[in-house]
């Protein structure tokens, strides 16, 4: 009776679990990777040899040096800005502190060529700044010289001040979940302030610090209303070119190739550097820390620090947008509006919610499996992150559209109705469109999360008798709380300031509030426009609110468990 027991273990329920957890991980990545090999697959449709050509001799050395700057500047910066404010806020206690830890999330709701056209109308000639200056001191044009805002360094600056709280998110969390014995025992080491943070709690946190700075990145190669309107030559300026101007859709591709080719390098750096190690909290004495009290100097200096990011991030942009939306704003501001912040809340709350939910599966089906193919396989994942939103639409809506056109004519054959275009016609589609383009971002927040927690309570909690589900949502879920909230609060975000993808693949008479932003916008109609940003503002400050006190909540729960 023993023998056959062990015979059939490999049927056994946790064993069926286990397959059933890699084949759906499977179809998921396969579903999700399927716009982006459309985009490969037009490497070899052919095209006009000329227009690569072209592009080679003329403006594609203009794309890579733009890029590397964009890359260089922005990581750079979202790195210094994100951790600084974190750490600031997590281990310290200075006036404004509780204030601070949640209003610095806050530029993640402004969209960034909302902001880009914010500070153009703010600093531009005939904008406010310049006009009070030749008002005040009585100058003329040739008088002085004022910084143009519309250049790399102006595009560098708009991205660090929109995607910083990507990496403050992440690092917060990271450092809300480090254990104070740790620090405890660096400062009976010897260690100060200074020590305590280069030499423990930047290490731990490391993962998260550079899947935030990561995610950033991505967001900034893959953004195109903020450095079209600032005339920043890109290889996202050149795809849209090549792709809708030139209709060549090989270049268009080739374009593309090139852009994932920097994704790649940027993701096989880090993950190069950080070779075998690996970051565990192995200690029980995890309560919460209860941050050393700044005074004088040190106070205001953490004061300024803070504030100057959430000022220039949200505050200036926010209230000048206030202005025009209450001085002019959209005179068909109403029901409309209702139905457009009904539009874009019920689109961002599905594709957030399906987001975490595959990127739980595709992490925790990674981690059981320990297959380099299967980590392989989320790599390809979350690259579509850095793929132009346009070319994901394109990408989905080919074979979306042939399928669509196939499920009809079957159904209407079988009976005898047209159903008309199910899943194009309404908003499974973008929906899809959505989770191919933004499942990086919950994939990388879960994968740093849960590569924190040490494989050993996974073997302990397996002698208890636990099979991987009961394990799953017994030991790693509430460890992964916060961060899953953070990831579905990313992706949240994100999905209401998406504009190509829903640009093009939006049903009939169905618009969000960032196509009537960007409408009016790209008109220069920005006081028009100031009424549909601030409704994605407003929709998206609260949940950003809530999730980050509750990211804090339950990081202290668990710390004091």
């Known amino acids: 009776m023993q023998i056959a027991t062990t015979a059939s273990l490999p049927s056994s329920p946790v064993f069926r679990g286990l397959s059933a957890l890699a084949l759906a991980a499977l179809v998921i990545a396969v579903l999700t990777a399927a716009p982006i090999v459309s985009v490969w697959a037009n490497l070899f449709a052919g095209g006009t040899g000329d227009t690569w050509s072209h592009l080679v001799a003329t403006v594609l050395p203009e794309y890579v040096l733009n890029t590397l700057w964009l890359c260089l500047g922005v990581g750079c910066g979202v790195i210094v800005v994100g951790v600084s404010t974190a750490w600031l806020v997590t281990m310290h206690d200075f006036p404004g502190r509780r204030v601070f830890a949640w209003t610095l999330v806050l530029p993640l709701a402004v969209p960034?060529?909302?902001?880009?056209?914010?500070?153009?109308?703010?600093?531009?000639?005939?904008?406010p700044v310049q006009s009070g200056l030749r008002e005040s001191f009585g100058w003329q044009r040739e008088d002085y010289w004022f910084p143009d805002v519309r250049t790399l360094g102006g595009a560098i600056a708009m991205f660090i001040f929109v995607l910083y709280p990507y990496?403050?998110?992440?690092?917060?969390?990271?450092?809300?979940?480090?254990?104070?014995?740790?620090?405890?025992?660096?400062?009976?080491?010897?260690?100060?302030?200074?020590?305590?943070?280069?030499?423990?709690?930047?290490?731990?946190?490391?993962?998260?610090?550079?899947?935030?700075?990561?995610?950033?990145?991505?967001?900034?190669?893959?953004?195109?209303?903020?450095?079209?309107?600032?005339?920043?030559?890109?290889?996202?300026?050149?795809?849209?070119?090549?792709?809708?101007?030139?209709?060549?859709?090989?270049?268009?591709?080739?374009?593309?190739?090139?852009?994932?080719?920097?994704?790649?390098?940027?993701?096989?750096?880090e993950r190069t550097s950080r070779g075998r190690a690996r970051f565990h909290n192995t200690t029980g004495r995890n309560r919460p820390h209860p941050g050393r009290r700044l005074s004088g100097l040190a106070a205001a200096g953490a004061l300024f620090a803070?504030?100057?990011?959430?000022?220039?991030?949200?505050?200036?942009?926010?209230?000048?947008?206030?202005?025009?939306?209450?001085?002019?704003g959209d005179a068909q501001f109403g029901a409309r509006f209702a139905q457009l912040a009904g539009n874009s809340f019920t689109l961002a709350?599905?594709?957030?919610?399906?987001?975490?939910?595959?990127?739980?599966?595709?992490?925790?089906?990674?981690?059981?499996?320990?297959?380099?193919?299967?980590?392989?396989?989320?790599?390809?994942?979350?690259?579509g992150y850095a793929v132009p939103g346009s070319v994901i639409?394109?990408?989905?809506?080919?074979?979306?559209?042939?399928?669509?056109?196939w499920l009809a004519g079957w159904i209407a054959s079988w009976s005898g109705a047209n159903p008309g275009l199910l899943l194009t016609g309404g908003i499974a589609a973008l929906v899809y469109a959505y989770l191919a383009r933004f499942l990086a971002i919950a994939l990388q927040a879960v994968e740093a999360s849960l590569g924190k927690i040490t494989s050993s309570?996974?073997?302990?909690?397996?002698?208890?008798?636990?099979?991987?589900?009961?394990?799953?949502?017994?030991?790693?879920?509430?460890?992964?709380?916060?961060?899953?909230?953070?990831?579905?609060?990313?992706?949240?975000?994100d999905v209401m300031k998406e504009?190509?993808?829903?640009?093009?693949?939006?049903?009939?008479?169905?618009?969000?509030?960032?196509?009537?932003?960007?409408?009016?916008?790209?008109?220069?109609?920005?006081?028009?426009?100031?009424?549909?940003?601030l409704t994605i503002v407003a929709v998206g400050v609260l949940p950003l609110i809530a999730v980050s006190r509750q990211i804090a909540k339950g990081s202290s729960k668990t710390s004091a468990c």
Request: some cysteine; aromatic content about 10%; overall charge positive.
């Open 112 to 127: 960034a060529y909302v902001m880009a056209y914010t500070y153009t109308d703010l600093l531009q000639f005939v904008g």
């Open 167 to 269: 990496v403050y998110l992440l690092a917060r969390t990271a450092f809300l979940e480090r254990a104070s014995g740790m620090l405890e025992v660096g400062r009976s080491l010897g260690l100060g302030a200074w020590g305590s943070f280069f030499r423990i709690s930047l290490p731990l946190a490391r993962p998260a610090i550079a899947a935030g700075a990561t995610l950033a990145l991505m967001e900034t190669l893959a953004d195109y209303g903020t450095v079209a309107y600032f005339s920043v030559q890109t290889f996202t300026t050149g795809i849209y070119r090549a792709w809708f101007s030139l209709g060549d859709r090989a270049a268009a591709a080739q374009l593309s190739a090139a852009l994932l080719g920097f994704v790649v390098l940027v993701l096989l750096l």
């Open 306 to 328: 803070c504030a100057v990011p959430l000022l220039l991030g949200f505050l200036l942009p926010a209230g000048l947008l206030l202005n025009m939306a209450l001085s002019e």
């Open 349 to 383: 709350a599905l594709t957030a919610l399906l987001a975490v939910g595959f990127a739980l599966l595709l992490a925790y089906a990674a981690r059981l499996s320990r297959s380099r193919w299967r980590g392989m396989m989320n790599r390809i994942v979350g690259l």
């Open 393 to 405: 639409a394109v990408g989905v809506l080919i074979p979306v559209t042939r399928l669509d056109n």
């Open 457 to 493: 309570m996974d073997d302990a909690s397996r002698s208890l008798g636990l099979g991987q589900g009961a394990t799953l949502f017994r030991v790693h879920l509430p460890l992964l709380r916060g961060s899953l909230l953070t990831a579905g609060l990313l992706v949240f975000v």
């Open 499 to 533: 504009l190509p993808a829903t640009l093009v693949m939006r049903p009939f008479n169905f618009d969000t509030l960032a196509t009537q932003a960007y409408t009016l916008a790209s008109d220069e109609r920005l006081a028009e426009a100031s009424t549909a940003a």
